[in-house]
């Protein structure tokens, strides 16, 4: 696996100047870990298995290179296996539009099978689609469809590469499947609602054929705070990390997940300076960060900051959080540093952005207060397995000993076995 992809960029080169067929196996616009690997898994085994191989099979991941410091539990996973970010292939490293002009582009989806709007004259190049999300359009008779309700699209990969040729799965790409599946399917915990028999047949699958493979609860918890590890990340990308925008009455307003407790994220050095430029750069009127923290016992803690130069806006915000009876927040006032920030400790632990946004939307007025204008902005946030939204999985998750995940993290990318838990 590593020589392969550190080979992509050369092959993909070789070909086009060569006018050669390029085959993308493309991820989703989240780019979370599953679509990652998924294209990467499937793309070797194609590259490996294919009879056609004067083709360069190339898996993409589906964001700007920019963008991947935000997925952390990808980038640890990757490197854990030896795969740096500089080998791999990113959505605005490659022209797909140009490569089909061109007639050298055959196109493979996984975890996605409807393509964007604006990729829509790629839909013709589409030669394969493996999903596990209920099909929304149906393809071409030619266009093989793989769409099956399992947790994690690694699973329908695992299967494909079990039914081919012995010895094509290595172990580099065992581990990544095997991390991929647990983190999808929450441990393979039947209490988070996630996780089919075939999930658990493909871990147990990959376990078999790899002895070596880490124990189940180490690789989980490693991936799982690797997930909410944003220590590396700069005050900007921690609020594009997982970020809404609502339209108001002629003005926007951002909310972003944070996830880290709000003393930790209101110590950040030149923070106050980091929103001024923040929501300048993007014409945001204000900022609403939600931050989620979790104790040793695995219990979740939010506060709330509201950031707004324009103090009638920011009074308003805050006078509709405290107020909030559907539901009611419970906020208690924290001491702010700065007059234009206020800080809240929020006692309903179980009011997640989706129950807040609605609040949010009615304290702006205007055409959108009734449900109206929500979007993403910038890179889709990673999927969080629904830990922020209101799943069994927050009654599913071991709890996080940090000590125990950094000794656990460094022994998985060491490739040692995992010590036994204490």
């Given amino acids: 696996m590593e020589r392969f992809v550190e080979g992509n960029r050369a092959a993909l080169q070789e070909c086009v100047r060569q006018h050669r067929e390029v085959h993308v196996v493309l991820g989703n616009e989240a780019c979370d870990l599953d679509s990652a690997v998924s294209a990467l898994a499937l793309a070797y085994f194609l590259a490996k298995t294919s009879p056609a191989p004067q083709a360069a099979f190339v898996p993409v991941l589906n964001i700007p290179r920019a963008d991947f410091a935000l997925r952390t539990e990808t980038r640890f996973l990757l490197r854990a296996q030896g795969i740096p970010p500089a080998s791999l ?9 140009g490569l089909h002009r061109a007639g050298l582009l ?19 190049a589409v030669v394969e689609v493996l999903d596990h999300r209920p099909l929304e359009r149906e393809r071409a008779p030619g266009c093989p469809v793989t769409a ?36 999808d399917c929450v441990n393979l915990s039947p ?5 089919t028999p075939r ?51 002629e003005l926007l307003l951002a909310v972003s997940a944070i996830y880290v407790d709000l003393e930790t994220f209101l110590r950040r050095p030149g ?35 509201v950031y707004s130069r324009r103090e009638p806006l920011r009074s308003a915000v805050c006078r509709a959080l405290e107020e909030a009876s559907a539901p009611s927040l419970q906020l208690q006032p924290l001491p702010s540093p700065w007059s234009c920030l206020g800080a809240y400790a929020q006692g309903n632990a179980l009011a997640s952005r989706k129950k807040v946004l609605p609040i949010l939307r009615a304290a702006l007025g205007g055409p959108g207060a009734a449900g109206g204008p929500e979007e993403d902005v910038g890179p889709p946030p990673t999927p969080m397995n629904s830990l922020v939204e209101d799943c069994p999985l927050a009654q599913a998750v071991p709890p ?13 990318a060491a490739g040692q076995p995992p010590a036994s838990p204490k």
């Fill in 400 to 412: 996080l000993c940090p000590q125990d995940v950094l000794e656990r993290v460094s022994r998985i």
């Fill in 271 to 305: 923070l106050l300076q980091d929103l001024d430029a923040f929501c300048q750069a993007r014409g945001y009127a204000g900022l609403v960060a939600m931050t989620i923290s979790f104790n040793e016992r695995n219990e979740a803690s939010r506060q709330l900051a």
């Fill in 148 to 183: 099956e309700p399992v947790g994690s699209c690694a699973t329908l990969v695992t299967e494909r590469i079990a039914q081919g040729p012995p010895g094509v799965l290595d172990r580099p790409t065992a581990a990544l499947l095997h991390g991929t599946i647990l983190l």
């Fill in 89 to 97: 292939i990113f959505r605005d490293e490659i022209d797909l539009g």
């Fill in 106 to 124: 055959s196109l493979t989806l996984v975890d996605h099978h409807v393509l964007p709007g604006a990729d829509a004259a790629l839909e013709e």
């Fill in 191 to 195: 209490a988070a609602g996630k996780v």
């Fill in 199 to 249: 999930d658990a047949a493909c871990v147990s699958l990959l376990e078999a054929r790899f002895p070596d493979l880490p124990a189940r609860h180490a690789v989980f918890e490693a991936l799982q705070a690797a997930k909410f590890d944003v220590s590396g990340l700069t005050t900007e990308q921690m609020l594009r990390k997982d970020l809404k925008a609502l339209s108001g009455d």
